[in-house]
């Protein structure tokens, strides 16, 4: 290599930068969300249990839900805890869950005494169904989570009536699938509790922040106590009513939350938009599969997500993803998560509170085996995906800068 300046006639990719979720370029907060938290500010009033936009967002998001309850809460993680928590599962009970999925909706059940068993998913959508989860059904089942991955809903008719059948709580961990739909029915109103995240890189966000929904009396009064440390907030006698922590929303979160509520039906209606113009344009391209969408479900692209066959592309969603960041600058994510649920630390060594390995020291040994032919579902599914960033602010020309993308990396990779 010679020392020398930078030759300056070398070609340079030209790379178009993509709007991003984690800054300005893809997120709408503006100057509604500017104008609540000043309101909020200059109130002085700043917890939920005395102000009024938490309230106000709870109630709104509950109107567009259609659901009789919802409650704000500090993250998706929090939701998904305080549902838990609502079931009251007895220490060693077991809670059915997905074994892609973020970590965030699986922890919860640990610290709520359960069991997660973990069911295999649809290779083709990345979710469970009801075939997967009726393998992991015992007379220990205490409830199902299911998650709507990358904003495709589950097959919540079947799942529902398997559940049903049997009398079994279904929570919904609706954090990527806001308004997602299957049968006219949005997401996250259809099972027991469904379960929100306004992490920053979701459909609308507040940094951090969560929601819990229900149309259940029962459900949502030990939600709602249980983001109050179980305190009886308005009753004659008050008290701390049973174990739970401070998981409160403040009414910063709630003004920014509110704001952006309102900007939620067009963020999804432009994510669909978006996605169903890439979808046309990458039809018939030989060695990937564009998304799986059943004609029951409205998708509502968190992320957009291909197949990748390495049959046909050299080295499969890694090659393809390496050639759109060294060609293009696109930064897209194979496998979604580096390995399945189950092959984590947490679960693998049981490593939870001490060296107690509680609540696993309960656990049904078939429960806990985590042997790889038991997923077949997941490992092809995580071998296959490349998760591609998908936002509301991209424009023709960002998708058909994504489409030619693909297109010359496949031609090269094939
Ligand atoms: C983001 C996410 C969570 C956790 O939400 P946080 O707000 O990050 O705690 C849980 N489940 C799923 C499916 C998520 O995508």
New binding site residues.
Partial sequence: MVNTLPNQTAVQPTVLQLPSDQDATGRTLGAEEIALVTEAIQSGTLTSTKGKFVKALEQKFAELLGVKYAYACS??????HVAVAAIDPEPGDEIITTSV??M??LTPILYQGAIPVFADVDPKTWNVTAETIERCLTDRTKAIIV?H?FGNPCNMTDIMALANARGIPVIE?T??AFLAQHNDQYVGSIGTIG?F???Q??HITTG???IVATNDDAIARRMFLFINKAFGYGDPNPDHYFIALNYRMNELTGAVATAQLSKLNGVVERRRAAAAKLTEKLQGLPGIETPAVDSRNVHVY?KYCLRVDSNVVTNGAVGLAKKLKEDKGIFSAPRYIQKPAFQCEIFEKQRTFGNSRFPFTLARPEAVDYTPAKFPGTFEGLEKVLVLPWNEAYTDEHIDYIADAIKQALAQLS
């Fill in positions: 993250s998706g993680s929090a939701a998904v999925t973020d965030g909706a998650t991955l961990d954090a990527q379960c995240s306004l992490q890189g979701k951090e922040g969560g968190w």
